[in-house]
Every structure is written in C-alpha cells, then in structure tokens.
C-alpha cells in the first residue's frame, strides 16, 4: 500500500498541465504552446485538454454541450493520475468548487460494470467512501464532488442542473514516416473521432520500382474537412487528388516510389464524425516504355549492390528490352532477366561487342535482378525498354 501512494504521489508531481494561451503553471513544470483552444487546461503528460465552462446544465444537455459546442465529449478519467491532473484544474474553478459536476460514466450490463461515453470501460473508479454504487439503471448519470470528505463519484438525478467537464484530444500529430511493401494509416483515434484543428502527415515510400497504391476503406470526415494526397515525398510535391466528404474515389496512384497524405481537421468535425483508414501497397507500374542503368551509370557503380527491377506492360503486350551498354565485372557481377521462372538473359563481364541486344518476354512482365560484389567495379549498364504487341 505504500508503494503505491509513493507512486501516485511522485506521478502527480511530474504531471505537467498549462492553460490554453496562458503560462499560468499549477505547482508544476508548464507551457506557453499548448495545443488546446484558449481557456481549456492542458495535461502535458495526458497529451489531454479539458473545460469546465461557466454554465450549470443537465446531463444530456450537458453531454451535448461537450460534443457539439466543444468538439470533445464527457470527461472520462482513466485512471489515478488523470483523476489528480483533472482534480487541479477542478479545485481552481472558484465557480464550481462547492457543486459536484457531470462527468461521462454510465452504468455497463458487463464487467467492469461502469463505461465511459467514449466506449471505454471504467476500468479505474473513485467512488465516494470506495463504495461502488448499484449498476443496475441503465439511465443512471453521475456526478463528481470535490467536497472534503465527500471527494469521488456518485449517482445523481439527471435533470438537475450541475457545472460539467469536457475533455478532447490535444491538437497534436507528429508526421509519420513509413517505409513499408504494405500498410495501413488513419486518422488520429480512428475509429473515434478525429480531433479537431489538427494538421496530421503521413510519409509513405515504398521500394524502388514500384508506385504507391492508396484505397480508402472509409471516409467519414466533416464538410470542412480534407484529406490532400501528394505525388512525392513533401507537401511541396504536385498534388493527385483532394478528398472531402462528398468525394467518391477510393484509389489513388503515386507516379512514383513516394507518396504523401495530409489531413486537415476542422473545428467542426465534433464526435460525429469517425475519421478515415486507407491501406497502402507497393505496386509495379503499368507502362509502356521506359529506361534502366546500372546505379551511377556511367560512372562506376556502388560495391555490394542488389537490386531486383520488375516490369509491367499492358496485357495483350510483351516487354521488349533493348541493352545498349554492358560493362561489368567478369562473372561476380550479373544482370539476369527472367520471364516467370524461365532465364531469358544472364550477362556478366565486357559485352560491347554484342550490343545492342534485344530479348522479349512471353507475357506482360519482365524481372531483372542486379547483383555485383565488393570487387572491381566497372561502369556498368544501360538498357531501354517498350511495350511489344502481340499479333495473332
């Protein structure tokens, strides 16, 4: 037991919360930049924001309050260093201070018994006298007293007018970086609602030689909403599409091994609205020509190189590859091209004499695997390539 009150107490310490717009420190570390909106108390270590607005209402009344007028809902707490983050900002509310307020648990037919708004379980409480109530009222609200000795939760009669709490996400996305074959991103909280004023990006780069395939599997955002897809690695590159509300595609296509998402959340999403997910695969590109070098070409190319290049042409075409240059070392380092399992080409070693060389696949993709060891390095290769008809 006294490990664990040491343990509560040095996590109240180091709990770090700031007023929005204010540098006002509550006994602890504080901050000029928080990312709520002014007036709410920001939990630095919660990455949580919370308002109790000037007004006494009832719970539903309330509970609609925290979600359409605040962008948040009904506090839910938890657990132990929540309750005492939001116990400072509560017993700094002269207004309020001799009123218990509303807060976001319900009554839940399954264990643990009691669920917060936001759909998780109560798996931490604080009731009055360490007394769990009756869980058998479905309709039952809840209440929180900061009156000594009477701190805690309690039952309460939902049409009394009482001050309330309302908590939200803090407004903050770090970028993402994913350097993946296949993946998946969302927005922040998602499948809950997204928070809100945020601008959230997400870096994708998938191997070389393929282009970014993105599908949307749902996209559930407000009208003041976007989501802007960029061909390339920044938001400085050219933009493929800019998703809203109303928009119907589902698939976009970088041109490239690169693709960017930005999401801009607006005020107004509230906890209506869920937010987006979308998968992403790295895919070969359709195409119907085309050129290829060794890494460097033509100066001499990198030791230990291994790298694998597929090609992909329309159905109903063949790849017609054309090499124009072959230089390398005499059989340690090798270009082979490969239709399916069958070996078209393998060349390694000084073959201007036998360029240009053409070969042709029998369907619509080609691969060409690379590989070249620590040794002598030459200047390599160069090849083109076009997408062949087949006749008949």
């Known amino acids: 037991m006294k490990s664990f009150l040491v343990s509560v107490l040095t996590l109240t310490l180091c709990l770090s919360v700031v007023f929005g717009n204010s540098s006002e420190s509550v006994n602890v570390i504080g901050s000029t930049s928080a990312p709520c909106p002014p007036g709410w108390y920001y939990a630095i270590d ?34 132990a260093v929540e309750y ?7 017993q700094q509310q002269t207004f309020v201070q001799a009123w218990p307020a509303w807060i976001g648990l319900r009554t839940y037919p399954y264990s643990p018994y009691f669920r917060w708004l936001d759909r998780h379980n109560a798996n931490y409480t604080h009731w009055i006298n360490g007394t769990a109530p009756a869980h058998t009222d479905a309709n039952a609200c809840f209440a929180w007293s900061k009156a000594k000795p009477n701190d805690g939760w309690f039952i309460s009669d939902c049409n009394l007018q009482r001050p309330f709490i309302c908590k939200r996400h803090a407004a903050i996305c770090p970028d993402v970086n994913i350097n993946a074959s296949t993946g998946a991103i969302s927005s922040p909280n998602y499948p809950g609602s997204y928070d809100l004023e945020v601008a959230c990006v997400y870096h994708i780069s998938v191997p070389e030689g393929h282009i970014v395939q993105l599908s949307f ?33 589902n698939i976009v296509e970088s041109t490239s091994n690169s693709l960017t998402v930005q999401f801009f959340a607006s005020n107004y999403g509230g906890a209506s609205y869920i937010g987006w997910s979308a998968t992403f695969k790295a895919i070969v590109p359709v195409t119907l020509s085309g050129s290829l070098t060794s890494p460097k070409y033509p100066n001499p190319y990198p030791d230990d190189d291994d790298k694998t290049y597929k090609l992909n042409v329309p159905l109903g075409y ?6 124009w240059d072959f230089v390398t ?23 201007t004499s036998k360029v240009p060389k053409s070969l042709r696949s029998h369907n619509n993709t080609m691969d060409i695997e690379w590989s070249a060891d620590g040794n002598t390095n030459f200047r390599g290769w160069n090849l083109t390539w076009v997408a062949d008809p087949i006749w008949g």
């Open 318 to 323: 063949r790849v017609l590859v054309t090499i």
């Open 46 to 79: 919660l990455e949580q924001c919370y308002l109790i607005p000037n007004i006494f209402l009832k719970f539903d009344d309330a509970r609609y309050y925290c979600a359409n007028d605040a962008g948040g809902s009904l506090v839910s707490v938890y657990d």
């Open 217 to 249: 599997n749902l996209v559930g955002i407000d009208p003041y909403s976007n989501i802007t897809i960029y061909d390339g690695p920044t938001t400085n590159s050219r933009i493929l599409e800019l998703i809203s509300s109303s928009s119907i595609q």
């Open 84 to 90: 005492y983050a939001v116990s400072v900002y509560f």
């Open 329 to 351: 070392e005499e059989r340690s380092d090798y270009l082979v091209f490969s239709d399916d399992s069958d070996t078209l080409l393998e060349w390694a070693g000084n073959m």
